[in-house]
């Protein structure tokens, strides 16, 4: 019996480490040690004891990056009650169909995003309690209230295979799903991909521009760190170019965790403006595969590669990456020990190594299923085995070369195009900041790939489109080249960073 906070939290005032800083805020430098956080996730324990808030029910999380965010989270599970983080950049509509959907009693939200879920609030028919982080509007309870009088509480007692949080879906293709993890999860990824790729130390201080809402950033600010004792950079805001750059120099992180968007503005930030002047020892990337030209590029101007990797919020972190010391840009790596691949067909069989298949993956971090989604349960988790819907061909050395979600391929001619690999051609042009490719039907009502791309800050535009043809054909032959590309300000993504190509597609795709 083994409720993951004891792990995670408690343990490290055990060993010693109650003085060390677990969480610390930019830019208004804000801490929380360890031992402070065992105490105050104890207090949130007994607090949900208090308001009469009962195991198993769910707390839904719209907090910022904060100090308060673990807090809550930790003492959530402390007690046995589920916290459900939530993506922070939604609109109103969203939240309500999610609060709807996990049937939360409390809504735990920052101050700053109450006024956008302010008007779904009244009709919600499970909501019991609002408790604000920082100014609470009237009808609601402050933080500082809702601990007040309660009795610190220990851990209750649970099994690994119990529901320990939710996470949502991004929503890349639609609405989020509630996807249930169990208290064996967090550990299994600190273990795996933490101990094994990241090679975490105590003496780490991580940075992440991913959120704690996101798979990936909980894994990179919550369970890593926590897993060895090391310290985690906080930034409630948006991770603009400017702003990671300026973390990289001020908080000397040793760890980076970006996203392929983002490390692509931040070379074009740094081409202008200089290099970060940062002590960084490993950065990884995820949310989507990273084009090999921004890795060859960050690697050369920073003098540290990007591992790239694969994981999903079904998985709870990355499962097949690249390692430290085995780097190809331009494949997703190996898999991450202790975790199984496989390439399969529509139907389930084992593709031929060369022949492009659908990712299943197996290992101790697969989520327990989804709420309320027994068909779509059923087809994702297939006994150990969790469908990814990732096209992968695996080469004869054994990595894994990304082609594509599985609705984003099509098939040129009869044969299969990857949106990622015309993706890539075109951004290694270097009039192009992003691109993204869609199918889209020519006058004959074949399918051909249509580019969308955002430029270069000063790039013109005159006569770009047939260079860019040329470019691709050059690069990757002369049939998988987009026959329109239009040049757009920005490209639809989720909170997370990945590209809505479902967005770009015509109403006859």
Not at 27 to 41: C, I, Q, V
Not at 220 to 248: C, H, K, Q, Y
Not at 468 to 494: N, Q, S
Request: proline share 5%.
């Amino acid at each position: 019996m083994a409720n993951a906070a004891l792990y995670f939290v408690d343990r490290h005032v055990h060993e010693g480490r109650g003085d060390k800083v677990a969480f610390r805020e930019y830019p208004n430098g804000r801490a929380l040690s360890y031992g402070m956080l065992a105490a105050t996730s104890d207090k949130i324990a007994g607090a949900f004891a208090q308001a009469r808030i009962t195991r198993e029910e769910r707390a839904a999380m719209l907090v910022l990056d904060c100090i308060e965010f673990p807090q809550i989270f930790w003492g959530a599970i402390k007690a046995g009650v589920v916290p459900v983080p939530l993506n922070t950049l939604l609109a109103a509509p969203v939240y309500d169909a999610i609060l709807r959907d996990s049937r939360a009693s409390i809504l735990f939200i920052s101050d700053a995003l109450y006024a956008t879920v302010k008007p779904v609030l009244a009709d919600n028919p499970y909501l019991r309690q609002v408790v604000v982080v920082g100014d609470a509007p009237a009808g609601t309870t402050s933080i500082e209230a809702f601990t007040t009088g309660a009795k610190p509480c220990a851990a209750v007692e649970a099994s690994d295979d119990e529901t320990a949080f939710w996470l949502y879906s991004s929503g890349s293709t639609g609405l989020p799903k509630g996807v249930h993890h169990i208290h064996s999860s967090m550990q299994a990824t600190a273990d795996t991909y933490g101990a094994h790729v990241l090679k975490i130390k105590e003496d780490d201080v991580v940075y992440s521009a991913a959120k704690f809402f996101f798979a990936y950033g909980l894994g990179n600010e919550m369970s890593f760190p926590m897993s060895v004792g090391a310290t985690a950079v906080l930034f409630a805001g948006r991770p603009t170019p400017d702003v990671v750059v300026d973390i990289l120099n001020t908080q000397s992180p040793t760890v980076f965790c970006g996203v392929p968007t983002l490390y692509a503005a931040m070379l074009a930030y740094m081409d202008a403006n200089g290099a970060a002047n940062a002590s960084l020892h490993r950065c990884i990337s995820a949310g989507e595969a990273l084009p090999e030209d921004i890795g060859q590029r960050w690697a050369k101007m920073m003098n540290v590669d990007i591992l790239d990797g694969v994981g999903s919020t079904e998985m709870l972190h990355i499962f097949l990456s690249n390692a430290d010391d085995d780097v190809v840009y331009g494949t997703s790596g190996t898999a991450v020990p202790g975790y199984e691949m496989r390439l399969v067909d529509d139907v389930g069989n084992d593709v031929p190594r060369g022949e492009v298949g659908e990712l299943v993956v197996n290992g101790a971090s697969a989520a327990s299923g989804y709420w309320n989604q027994r068909e779509k349960t059923r087809a994702t988790f297939a006994g150990v085995w969790t469908h990814t819907g990732d096209k992968y061909e695996q080469r004869p050395d054994g990595r894994y070369v990304y082609c594509g979600r599985t609705d984003d391929m099509f098939k040129v001619s009869g044969i299969w195009v990857s949106p990622f690999e015309v993706e890539s051609a075109l951004i290694a042009h270097p009039a192009i900041l992003e691109a993204a490719v869609v199918a889209a039907r020519d006058p004959e009502g074949l399918e051909k790939p249509k580019a969308f791309v955002v430029l270069n800050e000063g790039v013109n535009d005159d006569g770009l489109a047939e260079i860019l043809k040329e470019h691709v054909k050059d690069k990757i032959g002369k049939w998988k080249y987009p026959r329109w590309i239009e040049c757009v300000d920005e490209l639809p993504k989720t909170a997370t960073g990945k590209i809505q190509r479902f967005k770009l597609r015509g109403p006859d795709a």
